[in-house]
T-cell receptor
């Protein structure tokens, strides 16, 4: 059974904190993605990775960075969290279809 | 850039059919998808269709593709309360590897 897991379902952080969101997949997929989902805006691609140590900017990379040290793990990093980064964050991995994790709802206060 | 459009909200009476529509701009699309997101959950792939097909049926779900008009629809027969969710239309093409473009999602609301 296909599985994408995210480290937290809910997270509350303060402005200026460094935040790590972890995503792990067990399907040996090469491609992994981070999206944020906001009401009325749908899913917006932040970063994606085609292979270990490779990353590409998506549509809204500002304020974020990523790390892919191992094939199964793709981390999203908020270097200095801000209130406008309060959102639902979804990780996905793919062959030709994308499999999604359950999401992390991040609140920055 | 490429785009996927869908209406944001649909209200349907329980037992009726729901039809969710989507349009896209990329004429080289290869796969088109419908994802379902239930409250508090991630996205789950409901069904997909290859661009060389015009229809796919899977139990209560029927997907219709009009490639000429770049129009995709999802029909849910005998809509149930459990169908209440956000439905995302999405597409990809071979020249974009696995990068998928999503619509903003249609919230399906079921009336008793």
């Amino acid at each position: 059974d296909v599985k994408v897991t995210q480290s937290s379902r809910y997270l509350v952080k303060r402005t200026g904190e460094k935040v790590f969101l972890e995503c792990v997949q067990d399907m040996d997929h090469e491609n992994m993605f981070w999206y944020r989902q906001d009401p009325g805006l749908g899913l917006r691609l932040i970063y994606f990775s085609y292979d270990v140590k490779m990353k590409e900017k998506g549509d809204i990379p500002e304020g974020y960075s990523v790390s892919r040290e191992k094939k199964e793990r793709f981390s999203l990093i908020l270097e200095s969290a801000s209130t406008n980064q309060t959102s639902m964050y979804l990780c996905a991995s793919s062959s030709h279809q994308q499999y999604f994790g359950p999401g992390t709802r991040l609140t920055v206060t | 850039g490429e785009d996927v459009e869908q209406s944001l909200f649909l209200s349907v009476r329980e037992g009726d059919s729901s039809v969710i529509n989507c349009t896209y701009t990329d004429s080289s699309s290869t796969y088109l998808y419908w994802y379902k997101q239930e409250p508090g959950a991630g996205l789950q792939l409901l069904t997909y269709i290859f661009s060389n097909m015009d229809m796919k049926q899977d139990q209560r779900l029927t997907v219709l593709l009009n490639k000429k008009d770049k129009h995709l629809s999802l029909r849910i027969a005998d809509t149930q309360t459990g169908d209440s969710a956000i439905y995302f239309c999405a597409e990809t093409s071979t020249n974009r590897d696995d990068k998928i473009i999503f619509g903003k999602g249609t919230r399906l609301h079921i009336l008793p």
